[in-house]
């Protein structure tokens, strides 16, 4: 039986996309490991730079459970 939970969720390489910048390294310096989103075809990731400070943009289809956590515990 299909899970119900992701039929109206667009996750195709199609579907609109957000970003969310994240660290790429603990505060103790251990580099974050970052692997490919297993919940939405449109993931990709940038290293970006703001100032001495490297970040990792994450961008995953809007409607990624992974992105909505990501988000919900940003703001949260
Ligand atoms: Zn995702």
Redesign the pocket.
């Known amino acids: 039986m299909p899970d119900a939970s992701n039929q109206r969720k667009n996750?195709t390489y199609s579907a609109p996309v957000g970003s969310i910048d994240l660290a790429a390294e603990a505060e103790d310096g251990t580099p974050y490991e970052i692997w490919p989103?297993h919940?939405?075809l449109p993931?990709h990731a940038e290293v970006i730079q703001d100032g001495d400070e490297v970040a990792v943009r994450e961008w995953?289809?809007i409607d990624?459970p992974?992105?909505q956590g990501l988000v919900n515990g940003a703001a949260g």
């Open positions: 996750v989103c919940d939405c993931w995953h289809a990624c992974q992105f």
